[in-house]
């Protein structure tokens, strides 16, 4: 898995959650272009996009990083509202949306979804 983020603070606890016991190893980038370096080098199963990044936004990321692996899941980190939120990005096929510091509770509720779909598509 990789996070997309330069407030690794803010992320620790979630990122630490999805670490858990070996559960999965995690890459960080800080900006977008080393996230979609990073993707181009090695496939990921899922990849965190923060709501704030230097380079890009978290929209432009997640659709380049669809044109890089069109099967790659993302999960967005955002301050809109739920319906906001699938206003901007519908069509992006985003598989959650994050508040601005997720915790354990959203990394579990993250991972759940991530399994089903793996479920889904293996079947």
Not at 16 to 45: C, P, V, Y
Not at 64 to 84: F, G, H, K, W, Y
Request: aromatic content about 4%.
């Amino acid at each position: 898995m990789m996070i997309v983020s330069n407030r690794k603070q803010a992320l620790a606890e979630f990122a630490d959650t999805l670490s858990q016991e070996g559960r999965h190893e995690i890459a960080w980038a800080q900006t977008g272009e080393a996230a979609l370096n990073l993707a181009k080098e090695k496939i990921f199963q899922m990849v965190v996009v923060d709501h704030e990044l230097a380079d890009t936004t978290t929209g432009k990321l997640c659709k380049d990083l669809l044109d890089v692996n069109a099967l790659i899941n993302t999960v967005a980190v955002s301050e809109l509202s739920p319906e906001d939120f699938h206003e901007e990005y519908e069509g992006l096929g985003i598989l959650s949306h994050l508040p601005l510091e997720p915790g354990a509770e959203d990394a579990n509720a993250v991972l759940e979804k991530l399994s089903g779909l793996a479920f889904i598509l293996t079947d």
